[in-house]
Each structure stands twice: as structure tokens, then as C-alpha cells.
């Protein structure tokens, strides 16, 4: 029988859990038997119980909770060959020949690592006596799929990562709950939203919650953005606005690189144009709580996909997404070199190229 692991690694995001359940069942119904590994890669490491079959019931009625039932880790461990050379020597000992890693970019960068040195790994576990020939022989390789869960959308190879949707209602319930007291007060609000280097989920909640002003990595300000800011808001102010609301990604900068904090808006909202301006960073609240309807399916679907994929002829590891509606998988490989070339494009400056990049999900 194929033994699938299925693991959720990095920060959490909504809608893991659906992405769990569907690979259990789906896996199950193709009689394959899966094991859920705990704590992220973690579990892989520490081994043992960290690493046990998952049956039917496991995951009944987890599609509505947020974060992730089989728990995740950012792990320190994983991001050295040793801890990783621990991780493949525990999943063969588990007789684990496929897996699903369920994560975000840097989880899934590591995967990528991992799939790379694999058979170095398999040969010094040999070498060493860990592992028998046996094992060394149907283990050669293993057969990989990532999803990405992340709130932030900061992937390449897929319209949304799952999370995002529910961390973007979340995010603009709080906008529009501080509009109506800013609106009562006629107060500026600075609100600062988490995204990591990405600029997604500042740029559709300002969107979406109707801000005045929007700082995200991508699109950096000039160094002397506080008179533009100025404008903008004192135009919509004389309109008969009687809020400004600025969102900050937490990634934001200007175009020399100059971090753009919440706290630097504020001041200047307050110190030069006079405003009775206040800070909400939202935090950790956008990460938890209910997943959003679209999550729940979505991540049921690429779930669903990702078990086929590690099932068929998958000699490539693979990110399986979300393009158009439907599953679609990229060389995981591809998507991981991608992603960190939008870094690269921020630090060069190529500001249009790296909007560019983080595909066509991104409006500009
Ligand atoms: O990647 C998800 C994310 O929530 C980012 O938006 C944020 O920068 C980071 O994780 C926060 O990390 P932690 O939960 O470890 O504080």
C-alpha cells in the first residue's frame, strides 16, 4: 500500500484544516493509508508518536475551525542538513514514501531542500546502517505536492494561498468597524496589516474597505511621500470625508528602502497635518477565527488534487494551486525560484516587475 504523510507547516492560516481532511479521505477512498505528521516538521524531526495514522473520523468536523488541528511549527531544526537528514530517516522508518506538506513560502523553500538532498540523505542513513537496503531502495526518492497556506499571498504558483480570503474579511470588518468611530470623531486611523514582504492583503483591504491611502512593498512611495500622502487625504477631507484611512503593510518602505511604519504615519498625520490620527495594528486576529466559505472549498479541492497528484505519475514535486477556479500544479521548484526573484525585483528596485510577478491575482 502507498503510505501518504500530510503535514502543516509554518504560521497557520484558515482553511489548513479543510486541506487536511480532504487529503485524508481522499487518500483513504483510493485506499491509500495516511499519516498525519505533527507539529510541522517538527513532528518529522522528533519522530515517534509525532508521526501516526490518521483515520475517517480523525478529521470529522474540522472544516469550520480555524488554524490547524495537526498542529504547526516554524522549525529551527528543519533549517539545518542534520535536522533534516533526523526528518528522512524517522518518515522511512514510517514506511512514508509520498507526502503533502501544507505551508507557506518559506515551508515550502524548505521542502524544495529536502527533495533535492533526499537521496544523499537516503545514502548516508544506508551508509551508516539507519536504514536497511530495502528501505534505501523503495525510498530512492520521495514523491512530493505543497499547498500553500499562508495568509499573506506571497506565492507564486497560485491565484490565492489558503487563508487569505478569511484573513481579507477579517481584516475588513475592522476597517469598517473603525470607520464609523473615525467617521463619529473625525479622526485619521492607521491601520497595519501583517503580509510579510507581500503587499496582498494591504492592497484588497484598502480596496475593499475604501481607505484614502495604501503603503505595500511592491509599489514603494518616493522618500517624500508625506506631502502626496497630504494631498490625497486633504482633498478628500475638503470633499467632506470626515475620516482618513491609511493602510500599512507590514512589509512597507519607501523607494530607498527606508522602513514605513504604522507608528512613523501616525506622527506624521498628527505632526504635520494636524490630524487626531490613532494606530490599530491588527495582528494575529487575521490569522485566526473561522475560515471563509471560499477557504473551506478551496482548500477541500486542492487537497482533493494534491492527493492525485502524489498518487500518479509525479516524478516532479509539485505546488498545487488554485488558477481560475480550478487545481493547478506548477514544478514546485519553479514556484519557490519565482517567488524569491519578487524579492530580488524589490531589492533591485524593479518595482513594475515585481507587481508583475506575483501574478495576475495581484490588480495594479
Ligand atoms: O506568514 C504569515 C504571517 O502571519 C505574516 O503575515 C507575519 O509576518 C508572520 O506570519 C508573523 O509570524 P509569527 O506568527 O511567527 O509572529
Known sequence: TVRIGVLTSGGDAQGMNAAVRAVVRTALAADAEVYGILEGWQGAVDGGDYIRPLGWDDVSGITALGGTVIGTARCAAFRTAEGRRTAVAHLIEKGIDRLIVIGGDGSLTGTD??????????????????????????????????????????????????????????????????????????????????????????????????????????????????AHMASVLRRARNAGRRTSIVVVAEGAADADGNPITAEHVRAVLSDEMGEDARVTILGHVQRGGTPSAYDRWMASMIGHAAVEQVLGDASEAQVVGVRANRPHAQPLVEAVAATRNIATLIAEKRFDEAMAARGHSFVQ
Open 113 to 226: 531542500a529536502l527533495r533535492a538532498e533526499w537521496p544523499d540523505h537516503v545514502a548516508a542513513l544506508l551508509a551508516s546502517g539507519a536504514i536497511t537496503p530495502e528501505q534505501a531502495e523503495r525510498h530512492h526518492s520521495l514523491v512530493i505536492a505543497g499547498l500553500v497556506g499562508s495568509i499573506d499571498n506571497d506565492m507564486v504558483g497560485t491565484d490565492m494561498t489558503i487563508g487569505t480570503d478569511s484573513a481579507l474579511h477579517r481584516i475588513v470588518e475592522a476597517i469598517d468597524a473603525i470607520a464609523s468611530t473615525a467617521a463619529s470623531h473625525q479622526r485619521s486611523f492607521v491601520v497595519e496589516v501583517m503580509g510579510r514582504h507581500c503587499g496582498y492583503l494591504a492592497l484588497m483591504a484598502a480596496i475593499a474597505g475604501g481607505a484614502d491611502y495604501v503603503f505595500i512593498p511592491e509599489q514603494p512611495p518616493s522618500a517624500d511621500w508625506h
